[in-house]
Every structure is written in structure tokens, then in C-alpha cells.
């Protein structure tokens, strides 16, 4: 019972880390992919949500997506509100679901992290396309139909900003994943 505790406690310390590191990485990295759609920024902040969800599966990477998410709507990205929340949790979940599910149990091999990843990374800018679509003009405001055509006619931006966020986030956690979980493994609640 102690040890299930202890377990326990220690799995939430971690996840608490890993959404810490992703407030910080958004906080300190973030810039327009392209400059004329200086809202379509990169940032890091999937990077430990990924790391999270290699290291204890698709449930609890949507549960740190869910907490980061909500931290991130209510201080860097404030602006975007509820709409942000929703719009970063569907994507970053569907990442997290594909890519977990891949990536767990027998199958934590290098050939399934990568293809974890490059699943995780199709599913991210497939959702995105009708998540935009549908979502954005809500957050665009005014009349709902030609904003729809204003991001209709942004999709192209949208779905190579889409693909490069998601790409360069999956390499960065095929990279860092190792040295992170290492020092994750570190029983950090005695």
C-alpha cells in the first residue's frame, strides 16, 4: 500500500515537472514560422507533453495536455482564450493518443518511436485542418462565413505550420526523450 503511494505521488511529482518544463519552454521560445502570420507561432511546449506520454502512456499525456493547456490559457496565451484551450488540447491530444498507443508496452523499440512520432505528427495536422476550419473564425469574430473563407484561404500557412511545429517537436523529443527520462527515472519521493 505504501509503495502504491509512493508510486503514485512520484508519477505526479514527474508529470508536475514535465508541465512546469512546458510553461517555461513556451515562455522562453517562441516566434512566427512566418512572418506575415505572426500569429502562427513555434514554440516547445509539446515537448515534454511528448515525453510525458512516452514515458506513461496515452492517459496520463492527456491528462499533462489537458493541465498545460489550461495553465497556458490562463497566462502566456491568454488572449486566445477558451478557444485556445480547447483548439491546443484536441491537437496536442490527438498527437498524445496516436503516438502513446503506438509507443507503449512491448512495443518501446526505435522503430516504434519513430513511427509513434511521425503518426502523432500526421494525426496533429489532420485534426488541425477541420479544427481551424471550424474553429478559428469563432475566435476571429465577426461574421462566421467570411472568416471561414479568410482561413480557407490561409490553410496552406496553416497546414505547413502545422506540419513543421508537430515535425520539429517529434524530433526534438526523439532527441531529448532518453536524457530526460533518465533523469525522470530518479526516485525523486523516498
Not at 499533462?64 to 496536442?92: D, E, K, N, P
Not at 502513446?100 to 505528427?121: Q, S
Not at 481551424?132 to 480557407?152: E, R
Request: aromatic residues 12%; positive net charge.
Amino acid at each position: 500500500m505504501k509503495n502504491t503511494i509512493r508510486n503514485a505521488v512520484d508519477r505526479i511529482v514527474k508529470l508536475a515537472i514535465l508541465a512546469a518544463m512546458s510553461i517555461v519552454l513556451m515562455l522562453l521560445i517562441r516566434f512566427p514560422i512566418f512572418p506575415q502570420l505572426g500569429f502562427l507561432e513555434y514554440d516547445m511546449a509539446d515537448v515534454p507533453i511528448f515525453i510525458g506520454a512516452f514515458m506513461y502512456g496515452p492517459v496520463w499525456g492527456l491528462v499533462l495536455t489537458f493541465v498545460v493547456c489550461v495553465l497556458q490559457g490562463v497566462t502566456v496565451s491568454a488572449g486566445s482564450g477558451w478557444i485556445g484551450i480547447l483548439m491546443h488540447f484536441i491537437a496536442t491530444g490527438a498527437f498524445v493518443i496516436v503516438a502513446g498507443l503506438i509507443y507503449r508496452g512491448e512495443r518501446r523499440t526505435l522503430k516504434h518511436a519513430v513511427l509513434a512520432l511521425c503518426a502523432g505528427t500526421i494525426a496533429m495536422v489532420v485534426t488541425m485542418i477541420p479544427l481551424n476550419h471550424f474553429m478559428t473564425p469563432l475566435f476571429i469574430g465577426g461574421d462566421y462565413k467570411a472568416a471561414q473563407g479568410t482561413v480557407w484561404n490561409l490553410m496552406p500557412y496553416i497546414i505547413a505550420f502545422n506540419a513543421i511545429k508537430a515535425g520539429v517537436n517529434a524530433v526534438l523529443t526523439f532527441l531529448l526523450y532518453k536524457a530526460v527520462g533518465k533523469l525522470l527515472k530518479l526516485r525523486i519521493v523516498k
